[in-house]
Structures are given as C-alpha cells and as structure tokens.
C-alpha cells in the first residue's frame, strides 16, 4: 500500500518553506502588537508591514506604495476587478468588463458578478486552442468604455503563459486599467517587466511557498481603485482590517526566496516538465498536452486523456502514493468539463479527462520517473474500469 | 500480505460501522462513494445526496481513511434505470437494486476499486461468505430478520472472492450501537426507503414522465373474463397491489396479472393472487445450478417475503420452473425468484 505521497500538485499549494515559517514565527505570539497602534509594540508591528512591503517592492521593482496586502489572490482578484471597475464608472462611465474564458474562477465569477449584480456588460476575448490572447483581439476591443480587462498570466489548469507585458501596455496606452492574476506565475517567472507597465497584478503567498490565507495586489498609482473592504484607513484606504502581520512578514520572506531561487529553479523545474511531458506522450495512448507546449509554467504539465474519468484518475493515482489533480477534479463525483478546456476547443470527451502534473523545489528526478513507471497502467486500469 | 480493502460508503449507518470495523483489522482500507444518477425533476439521487456525500466524507475523516467518490452517473443510468423504465414499459416490475449490485458495486465499482489497487470490496450489506473446498458460499446474515442476501444472490465465484461483508455477523441493533459509540456521523440516520433515484417521489409519476406511451388507458377485467373497469395505464400498478385500483368490490381486489399484449390489467381476490408455480429466466447462480431431484431447497420471491420449500425443473438452458410448496403470494414478473439451500444463497433468476 502507499508510501507517504509524492506531492505532484504544486499548482495547488506547496509546503511551507522552513525559512518563511522562521521569519513568520515571532509575529504569532511575541510580536502581537497591531500596526496602527501608537506605542512602541504597534510600531514594532507597523516595521515588520512596512519591511515586508519593501521587500514585496524590492522584488516586483515597483514603489512602496503600490503594494496592497489582501487575504490572498482571489481578494486581490476582487479588489481588482471591482475596484477598478467601480472606479472607472465613477470616473468616465465606463461600463464594459473585458476579460478571458480561461481565467480563474476568482476573476470569472466577480466578472460575471459585476454584469449580473451591477450592470456591466461582459466581453470575453477569444483565446487559441493554447489558451493565449492575441494582443491584436484585444486592441481591436479596447474602447471608451472599457471599464477594466483582466487577462491571466499563467494559467493554473493549463499552464499557459500570456504576453502581459504586450497587452498591459496597450490598455496603458488607452487609459484603461489593466489587471492580471499571476498567482501561479509569481513562483516561477520574473514579473519585473510586466511591473514597469502600470499593471493590477494579483499574487498569492501558498503558491510559493509562503502561508496560505495572504495574498497582494501590486496598485500602480495610475490605475484609480474603490475600496472593497471599507473600514479602518488600512492599506491606502484601500484594504481596511488590522494587518495579519505574521502573514504578511510570511509571504514577503517567501517572495524574496522565491526571486532567489528562480534562475536555478526555472532551469530543474523545465526538465522535469519536459520529461513528464514527452513520456507521457510517448507512453500514453489517446493524450495531448493541453495548454502550450512551450510558453507554459517551467513546472506544470498539463493532458487531456480520451474517454478516462480525470477524477478517478486523480484518486486511482493517490492511492499509488502520487497527488496529483484535474481540471475537472470535483469532491461530488459529478465532473463536468472544465471551462478552460472547452475554451481550448477540446471536445467533452477529453475534456473530463484532464491530469495536471506540478512538480517543485522538493521534486526529485526519481519521483518523477517513479511516477511515470507507474502513470501508463493506471491510466489503463483506469479506462477499463470505466468500461472504455 | 495485509489486504487493502475498498469500502463502499453511503453516509448511511451500515457502511459507516462497516468502515468502522474494517479499520480495526491490519487491513489497508479506503472509502469510496458512487455518484450515481438522478431524475433531474428530482433532485439529488437519495444515495448520494450533498448531505450524504458530507456525511461520508466526515466518517471516513473520522476513521482515518482516504475517501473518494467515483461517478457512476452514466453508467447507474443505462444499466439500471433505462432497464428499470424498459420493464416497466414491458409490463414487468424490474428491481433495480439487484441490476445496480451486479452491474454497478459489483461491476463498475469493483473494477475502479481494483485499478485503485484494492484487493477487496466491502459493503455494508448483511450477508456472509464462506470459502468451503476452494469455492466462495453465499450465506445468509446470523441474524435473518436483516439479511440481504437476496439482493446479493446476483454474485458470482469471481465477485465473492474479492467480497467483504463486516455486518454479516451483527444485528441493526448492534450496529447503531457500534456507530453511537465511536460517534460516528450516521448514527442516528434513519434506513432507507423507495428507489434511491426518485429522491423520494413516486415512481409512477417518474414512469409517466418518462414513457408517457405506456400510460394507455385499457379495461380491467377479473380472472374470468368480466369487465369490471378501465385504469388509466399498466406502468402504474404492480402484481399484488391492492390501493389505488380505483374499484369499490365487495372484497379487496389485487392486481393479478399485467396483460401487456392487449393493455389489460386482470385483478382478483388475495386467493387468486398466490401461484406455486411459475417460471424464471436470466437464471445466474453462486456456484452450480441445483440439481432437479434436488428436494431441499427454498425459494423466496420477494426481498423481505418468507422462503417456503421448492424444486426446480429445467425448461431449457435458460429457463426453469418453479414448484413451490404451496401457493404464495407476489410472485411477480420481473422481481428474482432467489434459492437457498439451508443458510446458503445460491442464486436463481428473473420471475417470467
């Protein structure tokens, strides 16, 4: 029966780097002051923010003040997308949100809760059978009354990487803010390119190795925001609610680390992917990779297999001792076709059988290669289980 | 080798203690759970509802286990509610419950469990097994007033080899006490009822949503020919039913026969309804077929009715007659005319 599991679903969250647990440790309990308080325990606490902001800025190559502390990417993605929506109808009465059908449920959903609940229209880009935006769609888009466009980064299912850079810039050229979620992207890819276009950028500390329940939103001072969360004069006005200061020192101690590690990182997590990516291929009938084959995560690979149950797939390989996930993973049972696979062009039939593979600083190369001895007979008992 | 055993879950009471008792042997055990299909009218399938899933899920976390549901949607629902619809249509009453054991826990389960690496399957029925001279025995539970094995008498040599069934041993009593005392969430949910895929509604109105063709009005006719009514369509009623007919007679009237050539429902008094003989198909047995001298057998033709001694005549390979020892009641097209040898189950077939 299983060993301990090999964590293959780094896309999903990842462990908690030992040196972030030390830099968070003293804010749990010894540091408890609050920010805002006057004493000398408050600003003890008020340092630790501020540090942590400068470093978030050090790494993002941005000013200070652009760094807003949330609970995590999916508040960041609200505060984005509301807030520069509420704004820019304030401002100019722009009432259109523009974004992708491949974007992560945080921006989806607030979209479509904009156009619902509050009288945006919605538009959404095309995409390629990779899940890319062409920045031509987007240009011949852009108009007066764009409120706000949101376009990911790095896609968490698929693993595609967007030009940002390229398309934050032709919104900038307009005047019209420009949001990305680069929650899984911030782990792996330098953003300091996409930071000097005034972009809304979202990030989230348990995607790189920092605590969960923390995230940022990098608010270049050009794009006006509303506040979601009024109260205290926190964040700018921005973001109320007392600091969680252990948190916040947390993932700007993982962030820094994270922009340390990357160079050597990027080039073991890409052969890693490459491998998993051209086995699986070779070995697995009826699989494609889903996503881009090369402007994709360094550590994420992605298939859509025919006619298998991704979720009794997910659960078959667990019990072999790998956790890995699917796209249309779904606790109920009742898997219904990931919507950015469907965007991709990939017919129902593949779509439900979907398998993502996100390796990590611990991943070994034996790991993988265990993984991969195993994954072309699961993948079968698997489909015949199914009776396919 | 320690076995690693599959435990199907419901979030009911049984496949909770069942799990319960599982995790106190050196087996290796991990819960799975079917998503089965649903009428969309009607909401979520009673085995597998949101809360039941909720329920499962936080028994499985309590006991340790991995937990896992599968979806079994599609397959529930052609090998056992599209079956289930085409008897009906036919004139027949299926029982879903033993096409969903053979075809869907015995079958589509079974084989997700095995390409989980499990060497086992556990339920949380009421049966035993035994293994005698190298061959798997179907035995009822200790305690007869529970037993399942009706319902299991559908499995083969291949199926029980790979069977584990915790209660078989236990009484209803005994294992609501085993779930209050491990505090286990199902304890106090109540048994099941009806067709898990209505979500509780009549099945007749299912049927005339379903094939609203077999809802012809036709004559209702006694056993001696006279007309003494019309009902509204055969899909609504089932050999020995009493209510609902829609006749006012001197005595209680029952549904006798189901005439599916020309539409007629032939109904008569509770004398009329019993029959010792009658014929089964789709025969499926444990083991060997009883012999036809065979003088000890039993047969019972309902899941909860009363077993009463029998012989079997072959009518070819996939037929026989049924000679029980007196008339009994509800033998009814369509449901399983199971025979036991003493305790032991040892298959049958499908009421003609």
């Not at chain 1, 340390?260 to 699989?287: K, M, W």
């Not at chain 1, 990939?346 to 070994?364: C, D, E, F, I, Q």
Request: proline share 7%.
């Amino acid at each position: 029966m299983p060993a301990p599991a090999v964590y293959l679903d780094h896309a999903a969250t990842t462990p908690l780097d030992p040196k972030v647990l030390a830099a968070m440790q003293p804010y749990f309990a010894a540091e408890y002051g609050n920010p805002s308080s006057i004493h000398a325990m408050g600003q003890h606490a008020e340092a630790a923010v501020e540090r942590a902001r400068s470093e978030v800025a050090a790494v993002l190559r941005c000013p200070t003040q652009d760094v807003i502390f949330t609970s995590g990417g999916s508040e960041s993605d609200n505060l984005a997308l509301r807030g520069a929506a509420f704004a820019s109808r304030e401002l100019r009465g722009a009432r259109r949100v523009l974004t992708t059908p491949v974007e992560h449920p945080a921006v989806l959903r607030t979209a479509e809760a904009l156009a619902r609940q509050h009288g945006f229209s919605l538009d959404l880009l095309p995409v390629d059978h990779f899940g890319q935006v062409d920045p031509d769609d987007l240009r011949r888009r852009l108009t007066p009354d764009t409120a706000v466009v949101s376009v990911i980064h790095a896609n968490n299912e698929i693993g595609t990487v967007n030009p940002v850079t390229h398309l934050a810039r032709l919104c900038a050229e307009q005047g019209i803010p420009f949001h990305t979620d680069a929650v899984q992207a911030a782990a792996h890819l330098d953003l300091q390119e996409l930071t000097d276009a005034p972009a809304l950028i979202s990030i989230g500390g348990h995607k790189l190795y920092g605590p969960k329940g923390v995230g940022v939103l990098r608010c270049p001072s050009q794009i006006p925001l509303l506040p979601e969360i009024t109260g205290g004069g926190q964040e700018h006005g921005l973001r109320a609610g007392t600091h969680n200061v252990p948190l916040i020192v947390g993932l700007a101690a993982a962030l820094k680390l994270a922009a340390e590690t990357r160079p050597v990182e990027h080039a073991r997590h890409s052969g890693l992917r490459d491998r998993i990516l051209s086995r699986v291929l070779a070995e697995v009938p009826q699989a494609v990779i889903s996503g881009h084959p090369l402007q994709r995560l360094p550590n994420h690979a992605s298939f859509c297999f025919h006619q298998l149950d991704g979720n009794a797939l997910v659960a078959a390989l667990d019990r072999s001792g790998y956790a890995c996930s699917s796209g249309s993973a779904c606790k109920t049972g009742d898997p219904t076709p990931s919507g950015v696979l469907l965007a991709l062009g990939l017919p129902p039939a593949w779509a439900l059988g979907s398998l993502r593979v996100t390796v990590g600083r611990s991943t070994l190369p034996q790991e993988v290669d265990g993984f991969l001895s195993v994954l072309p007979a699961v993948i079968q008992a698997v489909r015949s289980a199914g009776g396919n | 080798m320690p076995r690693v055993v599959a435990i199907a879950m419901s979030g009911g009471v049984d496949s909770s203690v069942a799990a319960a008792l599982l995790t106190q042997s050196q087996d290796h055990v991990f819960g799975l759970m079917l998503r089965l299909w649903a009428d969309p009218h009607q909401g979520p399938n009673r085995c597998c509802s949101p809360v039941d899933v909720e329920r499962a899920r936080q028994t499985a976390a309590q006991l340790g286990i991995p937990f896992y549901m599968i979806d079994a949607q599609q397959p529930f629902l052609q090998e056992v509610v599209e079956p289930f619809i085409r008897g009906y249509a036919q004139g027949v009453t299926p029982n879903p419950c033993m096409s969903c054991n053979r075809l869907i826990r015995w079958g589509f389960l079974l084989r997700h469990a095995q390409a989980m690496g499990a060497t086992h399957l556990a339920t949380g029925h009421y049966a035993r097994t035994a293994l005698r001279d190298g061959h798997w025995h179907l035995l009822r539970a200790r305690h007869p007033d529970k037993d399942q094995s009706y319902v299991l008498s559908v499995l083969s040599q291949q199926h029980l080899s790979h069977a584990l069934f915790p209660l078989g041993e236990l009484t209803k009593n005994e294992v609501r006490q085993i779930a209050r005392q491990r505090g286990l969430a199902a304890m106090d949910r109540l048994d099941s009822q009806d067709l898990c895929f209505l979500g509780g509604s009549d099945y007749r109105d299912f049927l005339a949503s379903r094939v609203p063709e077999a809802y012809r009005p036709g004559p209702i006719l006694n056993t001696h020919g006279e007309t003494l009514g019309a009902h509204s369509g055969l899909v609504g009623f089932t050999v020995g039913q009493r209510k609902g007919i829609g006749l006012s007679a001197s005595s209680p009237l029952y549904v006798i026969e189901k005439r599916v050539a020309d539409n007629t429902l032939i109904v008569g008094p509770r004398t009329e309804l019993a029959r010792s003989t009658f014929s089964i198909g789709e025969l499926g047995w444990v083991l060997d077929p009883p012999r036809p001298d065979a003088s000890d057998l039993t047969v019972q033709v309902r899941y909860r009715s009363r077993e009463l001694p029998a012989t079997i005549q072959w009518l070819d390979s996939s037929r026989a007659l049924v000679r029980a020892s007196a008339p009994v009641a509800g033998v009814t097209p369509g449901q399983a005319a199971v025979f036991y040898r003493g305790e032991e189950c040892l298959g049958g077939g499908i009421i003609l």
